[in-house]
């Protein structure tokens, strides 16, 4: 279960760090040059609700690939309806077209988190890969 609660935290720090970019840009392509100043909090309280589905990914056994892609599918929409739903509500966007704006925004995000995520097991598999060898090797001699 600590593995679980690192996993939340950190997408709760790439998420926030993540619109708060993109938002960063959109604003600079915009000439918007100030923000509400609830706009922090929302960012966090945002972050936050979107980091904790992550728990969807966490497995007691090994799950077959088909449950994975359910499981990464069913997340997906979670995510995409938390932000939608809060979006509405604070009023970050009025009109369809800048629904679908903050609609892709998440899918950016989230990809983001995802290969943040893939990079980071990777690297963790590659450790322990590396350690097993170097294990097996010493132990041959």
């Known amino acids: 279960m ?3 609660i690192k996993m ?3 997408h709760f720090f790439v998420i926030s760090v993540a619109m708060l970019f993109f938002t960063s840009v959109g604003n600079l ?3 918007v040059t100030a923000l509400p100043i609830a706009y922090p909090f929302q ?3 945002t972050g936050i609700l979107t980091a904790v589905p992550s728990l969807l990914f966490y497995f007691r ?3 077959t690939k088909k449950q994975f892609y359910l499981r990464f599918f069913i997340h997906f929409c979670i995510i995409e309806a938390i932000v939608m739903t809060e979006g509405a509500l604070v009023g970050w966007y009025s009109d369809i077209l800048n629904a679908v704006i903050v609609f892709v925004i998440v899918m950016l995000v989230y990809a983001i988190v995802l290969l943040y995520s893939h990079f980071v097991d990777s690297d963790t598999a590659n450790n322990i890969n590396n350690a097993l060898n ?4 010493e ?3």
């Not at 170097?134 to 090797?137: E, I, Q």
């Open 29 to 31: 392509l915009e000439g």
């Open 134 to 137: 170097r294990f097996h090797d």
């Open 43 to 45: 960012v966090m309280i």
């Open 8 to 10: 939340v935290v950190t």
């Open 2 to 4: 600590k593995d679980a």
């Open 61 to 63: 056994n090994e799950p």
């Open 139 to 141: 132990n041959e001699d």
